[in-house]
C-alpha cells in the first residue's frame, strides 16, 4: 500500500506565476489534510477537504489560496501570483476516517 | 486560541545522557501525537496518546499524557546519535472537543535535538 504521495517534490516559481500541489492520499483513504511549514517553524493547519466537499478551511488565507479534491485524481493545492512570503514545504495528510493523518514527503516550494 | 508549547526549542546532548521534551497545550484535545522530522523530510508519527495517565515507549523514547494538567513528555533514555531530529508534539482538535466536524492537528514549535558522540 503506496503511502501519501506528493508532487512535485520541489517546485521554483518566480512572483506572480501560479503553483499547483498535488496530493494522492492512500489507497482506502477520503480525507485529507494541507498544512504549511514555514522555515524553522512548525506546521500550521491550512484545509481539510473529503472528497468534493472543503469541511475546514480555517487556516487557509483569504486570497489567493484555494484547495480542492474531486471525486477523481488528487487533491490539489493551487496558490496564485506567487509572493516570496510563500516560500515555504506543504504538507498533505491523509487519513480513512478522521483518524490518524498520516504524512507525505511534501513540496518544497521556492518563490524567486 | 489553543497554543501549543514545546521546551526546550534547542536541546544539545551528549549520547548515553537522559533528557525530557515538555509540550504544554493550552485546552482539552482528543489526542496528543508525537511526530519526528528530519532534515528536509517529512513526519514521522511516534506515538499517539489518548488517554490521561497514557505511556508508550519504543526503543529509547518514552511518551506520556497528562490530561488535567495539559502536559505530555517524551523521555529519551541513553540518547544515540541517530536519535538526531526535530520532534514535534501535536494536539488534535476534534468532534469531542472543537464540536464541529474537522480534525485538525495543531502543532507544537518542535524541539531541535543534537546528540553529540
Known amino acids: 500500500n503506496a503511502g501519501v504521495m506528493q508532487n512535485p517534490r520541489h517546485l521554483v516559481r518566480r512572483r506572480g506565476q501560479e503553483a499547483r500541489l498535488r496530493c494522492s492520499p492512500m489507497k482506502g483513504h477520503s480525507h485529507v489534510y494541507w498544512y504549511r511549514q514555514l522555515p524553522e517553524e ?3 493547519f491550512m484545509v481539510y477537504l473529503q472528497k468534493e466537499n472543503i469541511i475546514d478551511e480555517s487556516g487557509m488565507p483569504k486570497e489567493r489560496f484555494s484547495a480542492e479534491f474531486p471525486k477523481e485524481g488528487p487533491s490539489i493545492l493551487r496558490i496564485q501570483q506567487v509572493v516570496r512570503g510563500d516560500s515555504a514545504a506543504y504538507f498533505c495528510a491523509s487519513s480513512p476516517m478522521r483518524n490518524i493523518q498520516y504524512f507525505g514527503a511534501g513540496t518544497r516550494l521556492s518563490v524567486l | 486560541e489553543l497554543k501549543v508549547e514545546q521546551n526546550p526549542l ?4 551528549q549520547e548515553g545522557k537522559n533528557y525530557t521534551i515538555y509540550c504544554n497545550y493550552s485546552t482539552t484535545s482528543d489526542r496528543l501525537y508525537w511526530y519526528r522530522q528530519d532534515p528536509g523530510k517529512s513526519l514521522e ?4 496518546l489518548l488517554s490521561n495517565g497514557a505511556v508508550k515507549q519504543e526503543g529509547r523514547l518514552m511518551a506520556s499524557l497528562d490530561t488535567k494538567a495539559r502536559l505530555s513528555t517524551l523521555h529519551i533514555t541513553a540518547a544515540v546519535h541517530d536519535l538526531s531530529a526535530t520532534y514535534f508534539c501535536a ?5 469531542q472537543t472543537y464540536g464541529g466536524a474537522t480534525n485538525k492537528l495543531i502543532f507544537g514549535t518542535g524541539t531541535l535535538l543534537a546528540v553529540q558522540p
Open chain 1, 42 to 44: 512548525g506546521l500550521k
Open chain 2, 10 to 13: 534547542f536541546l544539545s546532548m
Open chain 2, 91 to 95: 494536539v488534535e482538535l476534534g468532534r
Open chain 2, 45 to 48: 508519527s511516534l506515538f499517539v
